[in-house]
């Protein structure tokens, strides 16, 4: 039978239960218990044991097993599956007219005694059964469940009912984020909110999310970065700030990336990259105990190990090892070639000859936590630069299973120079870079105000909790991905 005749038979059997008098879809069920809950109260319970307290369930038939004039069925709430049994004898004729109008994926109340069946399976005896919602689309197949991936991402309504990992992952997500917040607050940081909605975008080399505001007549677009009103807070006196938030860059979709995303970033006043460096290893092998109880995660083929302290490479010095290339030594015009030979996109700059050299030919090493150090300058126009080498910035990045997990600079307060970096961007921008920065006048006014050395870091939350979660996709651990409109 096709989905479409399914459909119509639960239509049917809606129909046939209003007869009955009944509300498919009630107000209200008063759940006393939910089923991991009973399942550990009465697990020592022995094989035909009966109790007299009364409980109340509630949620998904999973399974329905009617025979005759009785009947098993499984049902599922938010923490797990329990049985339940019925008979016609000791719920009535009008109960179990009901329960013989039922369908899997249909949500039900159930109220009654708990038991263990001859098997040994804990179980509901049911006294009084009530219909909450009738589901007029069948789940999928039993055995087969819901595999095919871009169903399970459209429909994840769906996924989350057909595949328990899934909601294990989505959970364990919740418990990461509640373990950085704790990490943070531990260490004096202050939770604060950013625009979502900014007339100038800035802090990422990004294309945005162009918008238009009716009232303003004016163009807005959606945060790539809360980085600068950060900076603002350190510049108002808040010395310690976070936030986690949604960023949002047009740029293309992959198993790594999504236009909408979920960053941590966090600002410390007195800092420098050095310190952030050991904040992000602290705070990733917090969370990894908090949440794991152990700092080495499976992830692939490999174990990674997030005990502090990780491993620190300049980047110089990584694709020296990992591509037997002494940038140092090299022209311009021989980077170009090496460009050319590589096949990859780059801009005309050596800055960025370098560091399209390292994420082609590097990143793919960097399996085990390590921090990437000491960037080229033109490629960072909010960092400061190099203490011991001006053609450098003091900026990490942290790598693990060759994906980039935080990203940190000692940040730029300087507000002259700041303004001479985000004016050469503005130039690249409107010669055609759409990642390139737009001037922020106000911004350059805040610095001119006076910052205090500080350090920022962000980490993407969505990569941390894949790496954590050993999941290959970030479509794996954002509830509700960007997709196509359906056709």
Not at 51 to 68: C, D, Q, S, V
Not at 190 to 195: A, N
Not at 198 to 218: D, I
Not at 446 to 458: D, I, R, V
Request: charged residues 35%; proline residues 4%.
């Amino acid at each position: 039978m096709g989905e479409a005749e399914l459909i119509n038979e639960r239509l049917k059997k809606l129909e046939e239960i209003k007869k009955l008098g009944i509300n498919p879809y009630p107000y209200s069920f008063d759940v006393r218990n939910h089923a991991a809950e009973l399942q550990e109260k009465y697990s020592k319970l022995k094989k035909e044991e009966q109790t007299k307290e009364r409980a109340a369930a509630a949620g998904r038939i999973m399974a329905l097993r009617p025979m005759g004039k009785a009947g098993f069925g499984n049902v599922e709430d938010a923490t797990g599956r329990i049985q339940f049994y019925i008979r016609e004898d000791e719920v009535g004729k009008e109960n179990y007219k009901l329960f013989k109008l039922l369908d899997i994926g249909d949500i039900i109340g159930i109220e009654g005694t708990v038991f263990k069946t001859k098997t040994g399976e804990l179980s509901l005896w049911v006294k009084k059964i009530t219909l909450l919602t009738k589901s007029l689309r069948p789940l999928p197949e039993k055995w087969h469940g819901l595999k095919d991936v871009e169903t399970r991402y459209r429909q994840r309504y769906v996924d989350l009912i057909m595949n328990k990992d899934v909601k294990d992952t989505f959970a364990l997500r919740a418990k990461i984020i509640n373990a950085m917040r704790e990490f943070l607050d531990s260490k004096g940081f202050l939770e604060v909110e950013t625009p979502t909605l900014q007339t100038v975008y800035g802090g990422a080399n990004a294309k945005p999310f162009l918008t238009f505001h009716n009232e303003l007549k004016q163009n807005m677009f959606l945060s790539i970065s809360p980085e600068l009103y950060l900076k603002r807070c350190i510049v108002g006196g808040m010395e310690r700030v976070y936030t986690i938030c949604k960023n949002f860059r047009n740029e293309s979709i992959d198993t790594r990336h999504n236009p909408e995303f979920t960053s941590m970033e966090c600002y410390q006043a007195y800092a420098d990259y050095n310190d952030m460096m050991k904040l992000t290893e602290e705070m990733v092998e917090f969370i990894c105990k908090k949440v794991l109880g152990t700092t080495k995660v499976k992830y692939g083929d490999a174990v990674l190990d997030f005990k502090a302290p990780w491993k620190r490479m300049r980047m110089k010095d990584a694709i020296k090892k990992y591509y037997m290339l002494d940038v140092d030594k090299m022209t311009d015009a021989e980077l170009r070639e090496k460009i050319r030979d590589l096949k990859v996109e780059s801009g005309n700059t050596r800055d960025e000859m370098i560091n399209a050299i390292f994420e082609d030919q590097v990143e793919k090493n960097l399996i085990q936590p390590t921090f990437i150090t000491d960037y080229p300058k033109e490629i960072c126009p909010l960092t400061k630069v190099h203490r011991e080498d001006s053609k450098l910035v003091e900026r990490f990045e942290g790598f693990a299973s060759s994906m980039e997990l935080a990203n940190a600079y000692s940040e730029l307060n300087d507000p002259k120079d700041q303004e001479a970096r985000l004016r050469k961007q503005e130039e690249a921008r409107k010669k055609g870079n759409e990642e390139a920065n737009p001037m922020d006048a106000d911004f350059v006014r805040a610095l001119e105000y006076g910052m205090p050395p500080t350090g920022g870091l962000g980490i993407g939350i969505d990569r941390m909790v894949m790496l954590l979660t050993n999941s290959v996709s970030i479509r794996d651990v954002i509830l509700f991905p960007m997709m196509k409109v359906e056709k």
